[in-house]
T-cell receptor, first 113, second 113 residues
Framework: AQKVTQAQTEISVVEKEDVTLDCVYE???????LFWYKQPPSGELVFLIR??????QNEISGRYSWNFQKSTSSFNFTITASQVVDSAVYFC??????????FGQGTRLTINP | GAGVSQSPSNKVTEKGKDVELRCDPI?????LYWYRQSLGQGLEFLIY????????KSGLPSDRFSAERTGGSVSTLTIQRTQQEDSAVYLC???????????FGPGTRLTVL
């Protein structure tokens, strides 16, 4: 069965701190895709990144970076120098059968000024 | 360009009534998905359409739920004889190809009284 676990339900940090959101997945597929989405208070899910299972290189986009490790089935997300606008619920997801996203339960991130 | 749009944004209905939720995907996107987000269940897959292929209905919770996609574009999700447990935010997403990133609409918040 495909499963995504985000063990951190809520995280609260002070602005400018670095924060890492954990994501662990389970799949029997040899080829798969992983995603991160952001859901700000407005409610709309915003796509952040898509990573395929063949590419284990870490990715950096501005203050955001992602660490993909197949050996530990993890796809962690780090925000450097966090800002209040980063406050949102973040979802990690696994694409199952090239059809449906299986989401983790989400991590609510609060950045305090 | 325009993103995924959904209507209505909010729907309040009485138990036992039928409701229709509409989704307009991004133009040119071949794949369309419906998900449901509720407090108790998180983000759940409901149904997937790809081109002219038969839809994947494996996530529909009961036979009261149905969906169609006309002309490979607009989709309608219908819930018959609504129950209180159907209250949730119904999200539509589309992607250019099935394994690409999915872009989500703003959702329809359904409240069944």
């Amino acid at each position: 069965a495909q499963k995504v676990t985000q063990a951190q339900t809520e995280i609260s940090v002070v602005e400018k701190e670095d924060v890492t959101l954990d994501c662990v997945y389970e799949t029997r597929d040899t080829t798969y895709y992983l995603f991160w989405y952001k859901q700000p208070p407005s409610g709309e899910l915003v796509f952040l990144i898509r990573r395929n299972s063949f590419d284990e290189q870490n990715e950096i986009s501005g203050r955001y970076s992602w660490n993909f490790q197949k050996s530990t089935s993890s796809f962690n997300f780090t925000i450097t120098a966090s800002q209040v606008v980063d406050s949102a619920v973040y979802f990690c997801a696994l694409l199952q059968g090239a059809q449906k996203l299986v989401f983790g339960q989400g991590t609510r991130l609060t950045i305090n000024p | 360009g325009a993103g995924v749009s959904q209507s209505p944004s909010n729907k309040v209905t009485e138990k036992g009534k039928d409701v229709e939720l509409r989704c307009d995907p991004i133009s040119g996107h071949t794949a369309l998905y419906w998900y449901r987000q509720s407090l108790g269940q998180g983000l759940e897959f409901l149904i997937y359409f790809q081109g002219n292929s038969a839809p994947d209905k494996s996530g529909l919770p009961s036979d009261r739920f149905s969906a169609e996609r006309t002309g490979g574009s607009v989709s309608t999700l219908t819930i018959q004889r609504t129950q209180q447990e159907d209250s949730a935010v119904y999200l539509c997403a589309s992607s250019l190809e099935p394994d690409n990133e999915q872009f989500f609409g703003p959702g329809t918040r359904l409240t069944v009284l």
